[in-house]
């Protein structure tokens, strides 16, 4: 059988794999590259749908290694069920950091300074001045204390923040302070003038912010979402967004791609962005040099980085770190 790599960039573009493996290039056409069941490592296509990226799944019946380009794994989970037990799961922790963490600045600092109310006033010619808030002396909050979170917590460290709460799903102490457990979330968020969610999706994180959550968020505050779309309810946010009771900036929505005419698009304060966080300028250097480890560690039979699950036995698996 042939040791199969299939890649969603031309190998050609990427310096230093090992030599061995056949390299296949696959971003998700109608045609494989080669037969599915002689692929061992598998990466699947950026910015494509679900049902593109699990297509050639049930077919590999030798594959080794699922490796994303995303932080996030959801896209992939549906397909996880026709795999052989022991295949590892990898995601692109290291590649979107940057890009994730920069647009989230990009985000709150455009809604508070009031970014597109200037350009809508420069549509019209208009000179609109005026005082606006400010992120320095805010409380920000950070749901979801992965490398992502932690990302974005260096970059707002020169802003002169009063305070940043961190929460995950347990209880841990980093260099910039205490990392608070989820069941601590109903009492951070009443002080937080910014709640920033970078969480991955998974059952207990779909629906979080709900209208409980959005309920006890401080009045003007500003909910950030650069997760996933399903973590909001987006019933319960446009209801807090008609009040004007805070304010909304959304990488990702629920659903996705917003379709023309959803009540989101025209809800009082909100700005919205399709789903960018990542597909950068940063993206492809860092996604190069994370194949060329991760193929390189698979060739030589050396423990592969960002292992998020085991493919177990009927369909289960065993968690590794998720990144939250």
Known sequence: MTADIWLPIAPQEIEGLPEGPRYL?????????????????????????????????????????????????????????HLRPGVRLCNARGVHEASTAELTLTLILASLRGIPDFVRAQDRGEWLGGFRPALADKSALIVGYGSIGAAIEDRLA??????VARVARSRRTTARGPVHPLTELPSLLPDADVVILCTPLTEATTGLVNAGFLGRMKAGALLVNVARGPVVDTTALLAELERGRITAALDVTDPEPLPAGHPLWQAPG????????GPTSAFLPRAKRLLTDQVNRFVNHEPLRNVILTTGENGAWMPGEIGM
Not at 158 to 163: G, I
Request: hydrophobic share 40%.
């Open 25 to 81: 290039f696959w971003d998700g056409g109608e045609e494989f590259p080669g037969d599915p069941a002689d692929c061992a490592f598998y990466v699947v296509p950026y910015m494509k749908p679900t049902e593109v990226g699990v297509r050639p799944l049930p077919g590999m019946k030798a594959v080794q290694v699922v490796q994303t380009l995303t932080a996030g794994i959801d896209h992939v989970e549906p397909g996880l069920k």
């Open 158 to 163: 020169p802003f002169e923040l009063a305070r």
């Open 270 to 277: 909100v700005l919205i962005s399709p789903h960018v966080g």
